[in-house]
């Protein structure tokens, strides 16, 4: 029996959703306009790049030709004529939002049918009968920000007065979220994940998908910056996941970085934290390293989407993209007969695209197993056909929202 491999670049689109025109995002292209830029040797708010974007371990497992499968052209600086060793594809996603848990619900074979609820992004965005029984519920003295914003810009705008006043900060975006950041030791992070609790149960009414704790450090806007210690409260997803249906099967579920909070902590049975995308690489050996027979690693790599795509950081983006696939054959080198590596995406989020939100984009689906037959897949109609294909590999029961296109 193999095991089973699953990694989310997150945020790593290549363009072309049949339907972003509807939401405000056509012509984004998270890949394709990162490796523009980079061939261009563009500048950005935060540094130069010069050259290509040099990613030869994924250009080999088809990325480039899903990515012209998508949007009609090869990303700058890609080698037409690459030999290719895996297997590709891209996915379009049926789901209604262009959010995380959206994403990886359907990747695990349970699209999402219905509308999230959302929070105006004018101020205030908070309903005032949902803040006065948070206050109150929270015991707090009241609340700051109460608008849409962006993560850091927000920290150093409200900060330090959150600091002198014992006040959360409480935000949204263009996501089905309530955000809550206040400091690990003026405010207390154990405090924060308490009134992150209340806020759950309050959201619910209003159909949210999740709400977040961020918490941060320092002491002044210049040193805020935000913890690893960040913890996601979604709601569970409506069906059984492909996460289930392993952990039913009796398979271990290794969960490594926000995997577990983004199912609620549904289907997992072995959580491992880490905070960026060097510790969850590092993590994801040693969960691979510990794997058995029809075991399933899970891993989601959140700093494409966290520091680099939501801040617009198309530098930052385009080497953590390098960093990652210069780490990749150590993953290659640990996998044995029969296990099965996808790598994919859950949303898109265009560094060069207008505003700080997710961007609704095709993703890749490349795979690599010993000895696999190399070639394209086709268009996946959703992204359940990628849970779908590993549940057939594990030797478990399908669902009825895809199908294997192996």
Known sequence: MAKAYLFVLDSFGIGGAPDAKEFGDEGSNTLGHIAEQCALGKADKNGVRSGPLKVPNMERLGLGFAAREACGQLPAGFDPDIKTNGRWA?????????????????????????????????????????????????????????????????????????????????????????????????????????????????????????????????????????????????????????????????????????????????????????????????????????????????????????????????????????????????IISKMQDGDLMTLTADHGNDPTWPGTDHTREQVPVMLWSPGIKTGYCGELPTFADIGETIAKHLGLPAGIHGKSFL
Not at 276 to 281: D, P, Y
């Open 90 to 330: 891209n996915a379009v996603e049926v789901s209604m939002g262009k959010d995380t848990p959206s994403g990886h619900w359907e990747i695990a074979g349970v699209p999402v049918p219905f509308e999230w609820g959302y929070f105006p992004r004018e101020f205030p965005s908070f309903p005032e009968e949902l803040i006065a029984e948070f206050v109150k519920q929270a015991n707090l003295p009241g609340i700051l920000g109460n608008k849409a914003a962006s993560g850091i810009p927000i920290l150093k705008e409200l900060g330090e007065e959150h600091i002198r006043s014992g006040k959360p900060i409480c935000y949204t975006s263009a996501d089905s979220v309530f955000q809550i950041a206040a400091h690990e030791t003026h405010f207390g992070l154990e405090r924060l994940l308490e009134i992150c609790e209340i806020a759950r149960k309050l959201v619910d009414p209003y159909n949210i998908g999740r709400v977040i704790a961020r918490p941060f450090v320092g002491e002044t806007p210049e040193e805020f910056e935000r913890t690893g210690n960040r913890r996601d409260y979604s709601v569970p997803p409506p069906e059984p996941t492909l996460l289930d249906r392993a952990k039913d099967a009796g398979r271990a579920v290794i969960a490594v970085g926000k995997i577990s909070d983004i199912y609620a902590h549904c289907g997992t049975t072995d959580v491992r934290k880490a905070h960026g995308n060097a510790a969850l690489f590092d993590t994801t050996l040693e969960a691979i390293s510990d794997a058995k027979d029809g075991d399933f690693v899970f891993t989601n790599f959140v700093d494409f989407d966290m520091l680099y795509g939501h801040p617009r950081d198309v530098v930052g983006y385009a080497a953590a993209l390098e960093y990652f696939d210069n780490r990749l054959p150590e």
